[in-house]
C-alpha cells in the first residue's frame, strides 16, 4: 500500500555530513510517526531517531546534538541530517513510517535500507 524509498546515504569522512531522505508513496491516507532506525554488522536494529505528524522529536542519546530529523509533509518526505559523523555511525539506515487507512487501521512500513559507511 505504502512504499518507502530512501536516498542519500554512501561514503564520507569522520567528521563530514550526510542527508538522508526518505519519501512515501503509494496509497497514502495519512503518515504519522516517522523514524530512522539503523543496523550494523553483528548489531540489533536501533532507534536513532523519530518524529510526531505535529513535529514533536526524539533521539538516541548517542546521536543527539550531532542528527536532525524533520519532515516535510506536503512531500511526505522525512529527512535525518546527519553532522559530525562518526566511524560508530555506520551502518545501514532504515526509514519507518507509522500509517493509517481511511478506517482507522494503522501499518509499519520499512524503506529498503541505505548504507552509511563513516571512515576515519
Known amino acids: 500500500q505504502v512504499q518507502l524509498v530512501e536516498s542519500g546515504g554512501g561514503l564520507v569522512q569522520a567528521g563530514g555530513s550526510l542527508r538522508l531522505s526518505c519519501a512515501a508513496f503509494g496509497s497514502i491516507f495519512s503518515i504519522n510517526a516517522m523514524g530512522w532506525y539503523r543496523q550494523a554488522p553483528g548489531k540489533q536494529r536501533e532507534l536513532v531517531a523519530g518524529?510526531?505528524?505535529?513535529?514533536?522529536?526524539n533521539y538516541a542519546d548517542s546521536v543527539k546534538g550531532r542528527f536532525t530529523i524533520s519532515r516535510d509533509n506536503a512531500k511526505n518526505t522525512v529527512y535525518l541530517q546527519m553532522n559530525s559523523l562518526k566511524p560508530e555511525d555506520t551502518a545501514v539506515y532504515y526509514c519507518?513510517?507509522?500509517?493509517?487507512?481511511?478506517?482507522?487501521?494503522?501499518?509499519?512500513?520499512w524503506g529498503q535500507g541505505t548504507q552509511v559507511t563513516v571512515s576515519s
Open positions: 519507518n513510517a507509522d500509517s493509517g487507512d481511511s478506517e482507522g487501521y494503522q501499518y509499519d512500513y
Open positions: 518524529i510526531t505528524s505535529g513535529g514533536s522529536t
